[in-house]
Structure formats: C-alpha cells, structure tokens
C-alpha cells in the first residue's frame, strides 16, 4: 500500500487559534481528518508528525525514504531560515510539496523567500488549508497515472 506524510513544522500546532485572520479556524487535527478521509479514497495510508523543533522534522524527512511516495510539508517558518531543512529534502528520495496556508508572496517581506522550494517537488501557498489537499491530491492523481 501506498503511504504519504503529511508533515508540519513550528506553531502549527496552534492552528485554528493563531492569527486566525490569517491563518483561518480550521485545527490541523481538521486537516489531519481531512487528508486522511481523501487517502483512503484512493487506497493511501497516511502518516501525520507535527514537530515545533528543526532536528525532529529533519530525522522525520530523513526516515521517510523507503517508507513514504510522498511528503505535504508545511515547514512554517523554517521556510525561511533553515538550511539544514533544505539539505534533508534534497538528500532523500522522496517527492516533497511546500504548503503554506498564507500567500508569503504577499507578506512580510522576510517570508517572501523560500529556502526550500527550488529542492522540493512543487509548492502550494495562498489557499488557506485547501493547499493540504492539493498537494495531497497532486501526489494521489499522479500516481494513479502510472
């Protein structure tokens, strides 16, 4: 069977309550229903791991490999800063797609660059948590291309 990570890193946690003018109402534990319910439509397992500490998703990414077909990582704000993040995408073999509920195009200016979207598969950002299914169902319909 075919398994996909659904992978968030720093505050995430908080989602549903923080900014949530920015960030929407919707929990990841929602979003974690959401993605699992659509996985099991097309005969996916799905694994969940939210983590506010860098060395935790990178030994997540990095024990994905021969485990996972896909990633649907929301990085946070490690989006911006973290090497090492970019350096555990691109060592592994697993497809990764960069999900941001917000549109960082049209924030701060610091968020505006990603270290880690020229090293993943495709990115998704700007849809509010709609993005998580996206991305899962970019994985998903491709594969049952091939």
């Not at 996909?4 to 990841?28: F, V």
Request: one cysteine or more; proline letters at 3%.
């Amino acid at each position: 069977m075919k398994r996909l990570l659904l992978l968030n890193g720093p505050n995430l946690n908080r989602l549903g309550k923080r900014e949530p003018s920015i960030y929407g109402t919707t929990t990841l534990e929602d979003v974690h229903a959401e993605i699992k319910q659509l996985t099991a439509a097309y005969g996916w397992e799905l694994d969940t791991f939210q983590s506010n500490h860098e060395g935790e998703l990178i030994d997540c990414l990095q024990d994905a490999e021969g485990t996972y077909q896909g990633i649907v990582f929301n990085p946070g704000a490690y989006t911006h800063t973290s090497i090492a993040i970019r350096d555990a995408i691109s060592g592994i073999d697993v497809p990764v797609i960069e999900v941001h509920i917000s549109n960082i195009h049209q924030r701060e200016a610091f968020r505006h660059h990603s270290m880690l979207a020229s090293v993943c598969y495709g990115q998704v950002v700007g849809l509010g948590t709609t993005g998580y299914r996206l991305a899962t169902l970019a994985f998903l319909e491709e594969n049952k291309k091939g």
